[in-house]
């Protein structure tokens, strides 16, 4: 009989299942079906039980409960979240623009190397061409290369598929996983400039503040958070961040890291429209694509820090009415887990529980939308 694995932890929150896997430094959001079937394994009850429970709650066919029943027990065993079952991969944040292909059979291209300076710090940054390349474009607008730097964050390639983040000589990652190395020097940035930071979650999105007051626009590649960001700006927004959303303790403020927007071509005419620099702006490839960057203007670097006020996940879907839906503190957790979010390495019960609580006080929507002019009408209120 299978039975919960030793190392999870279940929190309680209404409207779905959500499990600390410990050994795995893996957070897991399920829905209600799911949450049904842990119910009665957490119970005690046998597969047959399980089965017939199933058939009579959600009045399907046994065959039909048989396999789905199979299937959720199949992954959980998977991520070693029942007994006998292995761990599972860790949840992480990373940035967006920043992933491209890395073929590691490849010989890397030698070091680029260049000087930034930011918020007064000249810093020299150094990496392998090949794995994150693009990741230059968007410091190009702050080099200075005449400074002498203060510090030097290094990111090369180490044997056949590992990357490996120095910062002044001290090794901080070693991943197979270019976005995360990309993550990891914008947040090596971040406390390099705010050196007294304390994280509380790193969140793969944009942001902005409006009076003071954060907002977040989270979701994947596609989904027109950088087309709305680009807009919201153009309305008297402040932009904050795009890619990496980073909340500091105890305010759970968002810490400027305000990199030009990449903008790619099926929004290039809507964009240029608001901001006519960006048809000028030389293009490069990510991902594919020939992308422009929009670039915020260089005092974006010294605003303050804003507390997030809200959350929204935008969806461009085209012939659409704008619709912001409010989402509970579940749908909340469930979306930014299909993403990237870091809560703590290691993730602990306690840093998952002030989330959920902080969820709780801070309103989320999703909003879906065609019409750029009413969705940052909506946003408009939703912040007012």
Not at 15 to 37: C, D, I, M, P, Y
Not at 223 to 239: E, I, N, P, R, W
Not at 317 to 327: E, I, M, N, S, Y
Request: proline residues 7%; negative net charge; charged residues 20%.
């Amino acid at each position: 009989m299978a039975t919960p694995a030793a190392s999870v932890h279940r929190f309680e929150i209404e409207g779905g299942l959500l499990l600390l896997e410990r050994s795995s430094n893996s957070l897991f959001a399920f829905n209600e079906t799911a949450r049904h079937v842990w119910d009665l394994i957490e119970a005690g009850n046998s597969q047959a039980n399980l089965v017939s429970e199933f058939v009579e709650t959600w009045g399907i066919s046994r065959s039909l409960a048989q396999q789905d029943i199979h299937s959720i027990m199949a992954h959980w065993q998977k991520h070693g979240l029942l007994s006998g079952g292995d761990g599972g991969p860790v949840q992480i944040a990373c940035v967006e623009d920043a992933a491209v292909d890395f073929n590691p059979a490849v010989p890397p291209l030698p070091l680029a190397e260049w000087v930034c300076t930011i918020r007064g710090i000249p810093m020299a940054i150094s990496i392998d061409k090949q794995p994150i390349a693009p990741i230059r474009e968007l410091f190009r607008h702050l080099e200075t290369p005449n400074a002498t730097p203060r510090s030097q964050i290094k990111i090369s390639v180490a044997g056949a598929n590992t990357m490996v983040l120095t910062q002044d000589g001290r090794e901080r990652l070693r991943t197979a996983d270019p976005a995360e190395a990309a993550g990891a020097l914008y947040i090596a940035i971040l406390e390099r400039i705010h050196p007294d930071v304390r994280w509380f979650a790193l969140i793969h999105g944009a942001a902005l503040a409006h009076n003071g007051h954060g907002l977040a626009l989270v979701g994947s590649s596609g989904s027109g958070k950088s087309t709305l960001t680009a807009a919201l700006m153009a309305t008297g927004f402040d932009y904050l961040s795009d890619d990496l959303i980073a909340l500091s303790e105890p305010t759970k403020a968002i810490v400027p890291l305000p990199l030009p927007l990449s903008i790619k071509p099926g929004s290039f005419d809507v964009v240029s429209r608001l901001w006519p620099e960006l048809a000028q702006a030389p293009s490069y490839r990510t991902k594919g694509l020939d992308a422009r960057l929009l670039v915020p203007p260089a005092a974006a670097w010294d605003a303050q820090p804003a507390a997030l006020r809200r959350v929204v996940f935008p969806h461009y879907a085209a012939g659409v009415h704008p619709q912001l839906t409010r989402l509970s503190p579940f749908q909340t957790i469930e979306r930014l887990l299909s993403d990237r979010i870091w809560l703590g390495s290691p993730i602990t019960e306690e840093r998952v529980t002030t989330f959920l609580a902080w969820l709780e006080d801070t309103p989320a929507y999703a909003l879906t939308y065609a019409d750029l002019d009413g969705a940052v009408r909506l946003i408009e209120d939703v912040v007012a």
